[in-house]
């Protein structure tokens, strides 16, 4: 599973601030995305489990004994009554909880950790994708997601088990009070009916709840059918659906939550005061003049890049280009080291300039730079960015060039 590009900067960046000597390690970012996926098969075992939960619970929830009656709406407490508690709980802890807070996640947290250590994983690693992912409000909404989900989960599993329950038993609906009236039965009914009544299921009739009132000799196959098919719909619209959107709504909450955090550990480099002009794409010699607010870099097109030159892509996280022969990638400590030992002066470095800079890449690049005859800027995102960097840490004008896409 391939890591988005700004997570890519943010991990650079949370190890860098507190873990610098990971940087080296070749297979960071592969043991980074073991992590996610351990994140992501903990969460998927969490909704399995309570999946199972459901389908488990609602069968004792219809048991009814040797006489087959139940109780209609005590049996509709059961099915949505937890639900709908912890759904109140969930929302009045919206309004009570910092707005900064995630501490919902620390058992979450400490689960991946210990598992993490079980599997040998690095600390480091670890302790980034819980900054990257599990904090602040980025983990208030993932805690949001995984409890919808598993309720979602508990109460799709209790629906299906309840269908195949009354699919396979012959019951009896029925209702019995002490307090209430037919005529306070019927209102609530009535109440309850709105949603499922949209889509197309029954409402019940003063007269099916006549008919359901405990002690009534036989009760007919419709009213039987009609509260069925009634207690599945408000299951599946008042438990299921209700809990599906609130997962929707976290999840976007989550991943605007967790841009935001990225954003904030990779700030944006400040806007380059760089004017580009075009130069001659064969004039490799070309120079310009830096002023107060104006520096010259050049722009070049792939197809006069001359052949006879060795290119070597940078940090690349997109399709290779087509139209050069691609010498390696250097991507980690030990490729990185492989090129700097290489003093041919025919070395062309491509930089990936949708990704930003940072200070590892920076680092290296100012040690390549005395062996790299040209370091072109692949793409838009980041141009000026980068080319304000390299300028700012001595690297000659002339060097850099951007490679525009035609």
């Known amino acids: 599973m391939p890591l988005a590009r700004q997570e890519q900067s943010a991990l650079k960046a949370s190890l860098e601030q507190h873990h610098p000597s990971s940087l080296a390690d070749a297979g960071v970012y592969d043991s980074y995305t073991k992590v996610v996926g351990l994140g992501n098969g903990l969460q998927l075992l969490l909704i399995g489990l309570f999946t199972i939960m459901g389908a488990v619970a609602a069968p004792i929830s219809f048991g009814s004994g040797t006489d087959q009656a139940l109780n209609i709406f005590w049996l509709l407490v059961i099915l949505l009554g937890a639900h709908l508690v912890s759904l109140l709980i969930w929302l009045a802890s919206l309004a009570t909880q910092s707005p900064r807070g995630g501490g919902q996640l620390q058992w979450f947290s400490l689960l991946l950790d210990k598992v993490g250590r079980a599997l040998r994983l690095p600390k480091p690693v670890l302790e980034s994708f819980i900054q990257l992912r599990l904090r602040g409000r980025t983990g208030r909404w993932l805690m949001g997601r995984l409890v919808h989900s598993c309720w979602t989960g508990y109460l799709l599993g209790g629906l299906c088990s309840a269908l195949l329950f009354l699919m396979t038993h012959q019951v009896q609906f029925v209702w019995e009070t002490t307090l209430l009236t037919q005529q306070d039965f019927y209102q609530v009914s009535q109440w309850l009916s709105v949603l499922p009544s949209m889509i197309g299921a029954p409402m019940p009739t003063l007269s099916d709840i006549q008919m359901s009132q405990i002690g009534v000799a036989e009760q007919s196959d419709s009213v039987r059918q009609m ?180």
């Open 227 to 406: 509260w069925g098919l009634w207690l599945l719909s408000c299951v599946l619209l008042y438990g299921v659906l209700v809990r599906l959107l609130f997962t929707a709504l976290s999840h976007v909450l989550y991943r605007s939550a967790r841009q935001s955090l990225w954003q904030q550990l990779v700030p944006s480099a400040p806007k380059a005061r760089y004017q580009s002009r075009i130069l001659d794409a064969d004039n490799t010699s070309a120079t310009t003049t830096p002023t107060m607010t104006q520096t010259a870099v050049a722009d070049a097109a792939p197809a006069p890049l001359p052949q006879d030159s060795r290119y070597f892509l940078f940090e690349w996280s997109k399709a290779e280009p087509t139209n050069i022969e691609v010498t390696a990638r250097v991507e980690d400590a030990a490729s990185q080291q492989a090129y700097l030992q290489d003093q041919a002066s025919d070395k062309v470095l491509v930089l990936d300039a949708e990704n930003s800079p940072d200070r590892g890449s920076l680092r290296f690049i100012k040690q390549a730079v005395p062996s790299t005859h040209t370091i072109y800027l692949h793409g838009q995102t980041f141009v000026e960015a980068w080319t304000q960097a390299l300028l700012e840490r001595g690297v000659d004008a002339a060097q850099i060039r951007h490679w525009k896409d035609v």
